[in-house]
């Protein structure tokens, strides 16, 4: 058998290996044309390619997951496919998974799956015209798509931790001491969260299938609106109110400050048709409890894409460059500690 390729494999490395794969998970013998990658993100490259059988002709999707890039205790591969899955089971928007990949196919870690056209690029989404009216609806159609992963029975994706509000701000916060670089921002940010913590536990039967990651950038949108949702590799059982307060950090509007929601839209119209379609009452609290640990989060996330680039573990200008909006984070904690004035007395 021969040894994986790395990561720096060619389009016309892959193709050999890759068809052989994608015959193997149709049932029927395939050729695959136009493979080029689309992405080579913190978590995975992404290859887009065509595959034809005697069934036809179909635009798929490679995911190869890059090992020396697990922050935050990404999801393996194979976890992924099997959280995606689930969800496309249960009425969810997201691309069906074809199948996972294995040591005999040689190409590493990864799935492949279904391509759903439509626009991922948060700019694009944002002032294209041809969007505006599905921006008119996005915030709404978010909040039902929440609903559905949130309503994905537990017992479909019992592989998945526990990691609660509690749980998350330790990961954090013992990821921030590593890096030895103290903020003053950042240090109010914790001691206000874990002054509060205990205040917004939740019983085990209340959690739920989480997405981890629900937000403008990781949707597949077109002139309709929603069309799928993508990166599932934070994926995790926890409060529900966590995914309607990551949408809502103020790094996920792309300079739309005063559209909460994505840049997009509001937060009434995200709440109304959550509860709407779950059934389940929203708590604007505690949405602003993982909104404040959000914009955290992402700001520890800067500190690692830093250090992974100065390290020299992976060097990257774009990870420079992300390590620089450690800044932005800084003033959105003070922004959202002044608004909540009394939480977080």
């Not at 395939?30 to 993100?41: E, F, K, M, N, Y």
């Not at 001491?177 to 969260?193: G, M, N």
């Not at 059982?237 to 950090?249: F, H, N, T």
């Not at 993982?290 to 830093?306: H, P, R, S, T």
Request: charged content about 25%; aromatic content about 8%.
């Amino acid at each position: 058998m021969a040894d994986a390729l790395d990561f720096s494999a060619s389009a016309e490395q892959l193709q050999p290996r890759l068809q052989a794969a994608v015959s193997e998970f149709i049932g029927e013998p395939v050729t695959i044309d136009q493979l080029r990658q689309l992405t080579a993100g913190a978590a995975a490259q992404t290859w887009r390619f065509t595959a034809q059988s005697q069934a036809g002709e179909q635009s798929l999707i490679l995911r190869r997951g890059v090992d020396a890039d697990q922050f935050a205790g990404a999801l393996g591969k194979a976890d992924e496919a099997k959280v995606i899955a689930a969800a496309v089971a249960c009425g969810v928007s997201a691309p069906e998974v074809l199948g996972v990949l294995h040591e005999r196919h040689g190409l590493g870690e990864g799935f492949v799956m279904s391509c759903i056209d439509g626009e991922t690029l948060p700019p694009k989404i944002l002032k294209d015209p041809r969007f505006e009216s599905a921006r008119a609806e996005l915030a709404g159609q978010c909040g039902t798509e929440l609903a559905r992963i949130h309503s994905v029975p537990r017992t479909q994706v019992n592989h998945l931790a526990v990691n609660d509000l509690r749980g998350q701000i330790d990961f954090y916060e013992d990821s921030y001491r590593q890096f030895d670089h103290p903020l003053p921002v950042f240090e109010a940010a914790f001691q206000v969260l874990r002054r509060r913590v205990a205040d917004f536990e939740l019983p085990e039967s209340s959690l739920a299938l989480v997405h981890g990651d629900f937000r403008n950038g990781n949707i597949i949108v077109d002139e309709t609106g929603l069309r799928a949702v993508l990166d599932w590799e934070l994926a995790h059982i926890g409060d529900p109110m966590e995914d309607l307060g990551w949408l809502c950090v103020n790094s996920w509007r792309f300079g739309n400050r005063d559209k909460p929601v994505g840049g997009f839209g509001d937060r009434e119209s995200l709440f109304s048709a959550y509860q709407a379609a779950s059934g389940q009452a929203v708590d604007p609290t505690r949405v602003a409890v993982w909104e404040l640990f959000g914009v955290l989060k992402w700001g520890v996330i800067c500190l690692y894409q830093c250090h992974v680039h100065l390290s020299g573990v992976l060097p990257s200008v774009e990870r420079a460059a992300i390590g620089r909006r450690v800044s932005e984070c800084e003033l959105d904690i003070v922004d959202l500690i002044d608004a909540g004035g009394e939480l977080w007395r």
